[in-house]
């Protein structure tokens, strides 16, 4: 297709204090083969001197928009962009990842020749100072069961697709009530809609890893609140489970606390370990075997701990 006719792309950046990678980001945007794109950074009240560099990247090349608000985090953020977005597909790219050159043009060659409302493709998670993850290309969800799929795991990160505006429009965007897990909210909210997807089976996205300690200091708050996100999507839709009976159905929603519980246990994520199993043991997700970890995870949270490293010591 040629590049001066092909419908164009929204770009949309939050960016909140990310001043050390996000000229990085607009780079890659920059250096992309397809040409027709806008970029709408969304500076979520940073107080570092991420305005002023996208602001200067912005009168080097006009394509480039800068919106502002308070901080409110990144979701906001992005529904803001998408409301001022012009372009007939949008991609989502935050401010301290990076795409592969080739993104924008093999995502949009595959709508386009497809008809797809959406496409996806593999990425690759890269860990600073560390080792990196391998690169992972996605299954074709359409030739699986999909519901079922879906509800296991967040299908791909945000940066790895490229859907149809009026697509995320149907859905109204992103949700905001479950912070850590709105991503995979708006995929399930989308499949619920338009089933009309196509994967590009090469690793085009990559996501910087910053802190493997941050991310686990939280995971709690996220194995939660996708298990509500998954949770929400069934009893919304209870036509796209029905071939499913109704113990599958249970077991991939509640199934990852129990999972998720023993994973952060083994990384001595203790905070984690202790709400997980609390949460397993409240809404009868466990099995008797559990119990040698459920029980103990009602004491006080030091008394749990001190149980736990008393084990180490002991083993």
Sequence with gaps: MNQNTASQISVIMPCHNAATYIAEAIGSVRNQTFRNWELIVVDDGSSDDSPEIVTRLA???????????????????????????????????DADDWWDPTFLEKMHRAVGETGADLAYCGWQ??????????PYVPPDYLQEDLFARLLKSCPWPIHAALTHRKALEAVGGFSTRCFSSMDYDLWLRSAAH????????EVLAYYRWHDKGQISAVKWRQVLEAWRVRRDFVARHPDLVAHLSRPQV????????REQAYQALWRRDLKSAQKLFRTTLRHHVWQWRD?????PSLLPAPLFENLIHRRDSAA
């Design 291 to 295: 119990l040698k970890y459920l029980l």
């Design 59 to 93: 009168q080097e090349d006009g394509r480039i928009r800068l919106l502002r608000q308070e901080n409110q985090g990144p979701y906001p953020a992005r529904n803001l962009g998408l409301r001022h977005a012009q372009g007939e597909y949008v991609a989502f790219l």
């Design 250 to 257: 249970r077991q991939l929603i509640d199934d990852p606390i």
């Design 194 to 201: 338009t089933r009309k997807w196509v994967r590009v089976p």
């Design 125 to 134: 998670n890269v860990v600073e100072d560390g080792e990196n993850r391998p």
